[in-house]
């Protein structure tokens, strides 16, 4: 059976980029293949976070994933400490990564280029998600588009270790929505939409209120004729808005473009379409919300499936390595 693994970083809120690029169809994944998704904490670390929040944001996480639909009865869903091997496997990772390769990570140019303090950790990241993917020997890795050079480092470090000690790890693959894997942000549609940017008039989170979520569509940034066609280069908001209407209701950007003359009409279908796919994850979570204790039993369920996974993983790669065993 394949197996599937993804990972989603516990900072900033929710958007709309992560549930269409990723969320909804991890949703999907449960039910045709055995799926791992991993609320990762680690990766937070590598920006100073305020622990009060790092653990308040963990929860929310969790409950959000719950929310969407993730059944921890089919899939498992665990936290990233929760299960050492991780960190243990990130540091064979680093050593198998190149300085050369993990500087041409175009993520880390960007965020070390605004970050006012660039940890070792930011740097190393990758190392990390590539550690996550391996020691659950995926196959598939849902992601959207700006993860792409992160999975591709992945099976880079996965041949590189094979061919150096041997089949050790199953080199994976990374799979991209059809529409919605690069949810641009709305009122700049050339960056895409980021729990960092500078405002949030252009970033739909996925706690909004209906009422938000239609003023934001309204007021996103298009361009001066009225042709409604997908085309990325020379129309970048109207093709982030045919995305979105096509993510939300399972068709492809060309497809959504039918029928429609005005941007006005495009607009109110892209923000009815919206709100249909957020209001019932909105409704669950705010049930979730009210009983933490119950969330933490389910993450620790699914920390101990996901431990027994890794550890046998991580045994193979030390045994690989040549590191003694312990008598
Ligand atoms: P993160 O937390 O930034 O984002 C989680 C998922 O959301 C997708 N995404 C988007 N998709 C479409 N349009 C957008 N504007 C948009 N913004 C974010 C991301 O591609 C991702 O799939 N490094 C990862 C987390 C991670 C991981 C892993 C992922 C750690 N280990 C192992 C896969 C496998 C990250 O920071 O994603």
Known sequence: MTRVFSGIQPTGDVHLGNVLGAMVRWVDEQHRAESLYCVVDLHALTIPQDPAELRRSSLRLA???????????????????????????????????AHGELSRMTQFKDKSARAGFVSAGLFTYPALMAADILLYDADEVPVGDDQRQHVELTRDLAERFNARYGATFTVPRATFPASGARVMDLQDPTSKMSKSAASTAGTILLLDEPKAIEKKIKRAVTDNDADVRFDVAAKPGVSNLLSILGACTGR???????????????????????????????????????????????????ANKASERAAATLARARDALGLLERG
Do not use: N
């Not at 994933?65 to 960190?87: N, R």
């Open 63 to 97: 409950q959000i994933l719950l929310a969407v639909g993730l059944d921890p009865e089919i899939c498992t869903l665990f936290v990233q400490s929760h299960v050492h091997e991780h960190a243990e496997l990130a540091w064979i990772m680093q050593c198998t990564a």
């Open 252 to 302: 492809s950007p060309e497809d959504a473009a039918a029928g429609y003359e005005q941007y006005g009409p495009l607009k109110s279908d892209a923000a009815a379409a919206v709100i249909e796919l957020l209001e019932p994850i909105q409704a669950r979570f705010r049930e979730l919300e009210a009983d933490p204790a119950e969330t933490l039993r389910l993450l620790a369920i699914g």
